[in-house]
């Protein structure tokens, strides 16, 4: 019974808002992505960004040529044997 009791203590100490100490990173982001660089603001958070756009790129062009390849090839007649 004593050890029910301790758990709501625990999840309240868990919880609680006093022993958070966060920082607003907002107006840091902000500067960034205002900045005029003439980088596109999809590509202005640096290098992973970067490499996730390309990623995504290749991706997206590696998959349309595949299905348009397979598109051609379920759009030719069958050879008769």
Request: charged letters at 20%.
């Amino acid at each position: 019974m004593n050890r029910l009791l301790k758990v709501p203590v625990l999840a309240s100490r868990a919880f609680s808002s006093s022993s958070r100490n966060l920082k607003n990173k907002v107006p840091e982001a902000q500067k960034l992505f205002q900045e005029d660089n003439g980088l596109p603001v999809h590509i202005k958070g640096g290098t992973g960004d970067v490499l996730l756009y390309r990623a995504t790129m290749a991706l997206t062009v590696g998959g349309t040529c595949y299905s348009l390849y397979w598109l051609l090839v379920a759009s030719m007649p069958r050879r008769k044997a």
